[in-house]
């Protein structure tokens, strides 16, 4: 995989504007939006996730199954990836891993998990949960899925199952069949004033309050209030999470500057230091 340091290098070298792609902007824009559900074209984002893969395997198409395979031989290099789809025909969460779609390749999994509703293209499938390329045929049964965090915002609880427990630890299953893993590690992007909330020492309590300024700030708050109170937090899980603050950046695909990325970076490091902090013994 990648290490920290080449992590750094591919986020200043990543040509943001490559990835709003599409012909004929305005014209083409609409026609998607209303034919296609989105209006940029998500390609690009597809094929730039296709060179980094291929960058570290020389299998720009590798799937999720194969990389279980790299994973299995040379654990210490490669690790199993799982990500998650909202999948709007069914109205459910879809997790796509070695364990469910095989055959998909690791590009198409993260193209599905990062699909924004409206502004990517939504992603298809067929019966046999393959990605369809170009329009489905006439009565073709198609399932359609966009950004898994939807309705899975901050799925902490994805590997809170037995099978996923480190050798060693036990624990009984609650009444859904779920542990609580203690090595899952998640990482949050939040406002300042919500991680002030979040990181007492009973963890979040309520939203923190959204001052409601102009139109983007009303955006925010209806945008945050909805998918917080959708995907509440269990309070355990305040123990098992890394809050970062994103400086008011706005979630929207768009260049920004190399200083304001090292702001970004620089955020993420703090965000990490306070959460080891919380975790020294008290005396």
């Avoid at 296709?50 to 990389?67: A, C, D, F, I, Y």
């Avoid at 509703?117 to 990605?131: E, H, M, S, T, W």
């Avoid at 209806?222 to 899980?237: H, K, S």
Wanted: hydrophobic share 35%; glycine share 8%.
């Amino acid at each position: 995989g990648y290490s920290a340091s080449e992590i750094v290098e591919v986020v200043n070298a990543t040509p943001v504007q490559r990835l709003n792609d599409g012909r004929f902007l305005f014209f083409g824009g609409t026609h998607r939006l209303v034919k296609q559900y989105g209006w940029y074209r998500g390609d690009e984002f597809a094929s730039y996730l296709s060179e980094l893969v291929g960058r570290k395997t020389q299998r720009p198409h590798l799937t999720l199954g194969e990389l279980h395979a790299l994973a299995q031989q040379q654990p210490g290099h490669y690790r199993d990836l799982y990500t998650t789809g909202t999948n709007l025909t069914t109205q459910r969460t879809q997790v796509f891993s070695y364990e469910t779609n095989p055959t998909m390749r690791v590009a198409d999994a993260v193209r599905i998990s990062m699909s924004i509703p409206l502004y990517f293209r939504a992603v298809l499938l067929d019966a046999q949960g393959n990605i369809i390329m170009g329009q489905p045929t006439p009565n073709q049964p198609v399932q359609v899925l966009v950004d898994g965090g939807l309705l899975a915002n901050y799925p902490i609880d994805l590997f809170d199952k037995p099978r996923y427990l480190p050798a060693g630890i036990a624990a009984a299953p609650d009444a859904r069949g779920n542990v609580y893993n203690p090595q899952t590690l998640g990482l949050r992007l939040d406002r300042a004033e919500q991680i002030a909330c979040d990181t007492t020492a009973t963890g979040r309590q309520q939203l923190a309050p959204y001052a409601v300024t102009d139109f983007n700030s009303y955006v925010g708050a209806l945008y945050t209030v909805a998918l917080e109170n959708l995907n509440p937090v269990q309070p355990a899980d305040w123990q098992r999470t890394i809050s970062i603050n994103f400086l008011g950046f706005s979630p929207k695909i768009k260049r920004i500057t190399s200083a304001q990325k090292q702001q970004l970076m620089a955020s993420g490091r703090q965000g990490v230091q306070a959460f080891l902090n919380r975790q020294q013994p008290t005396h």
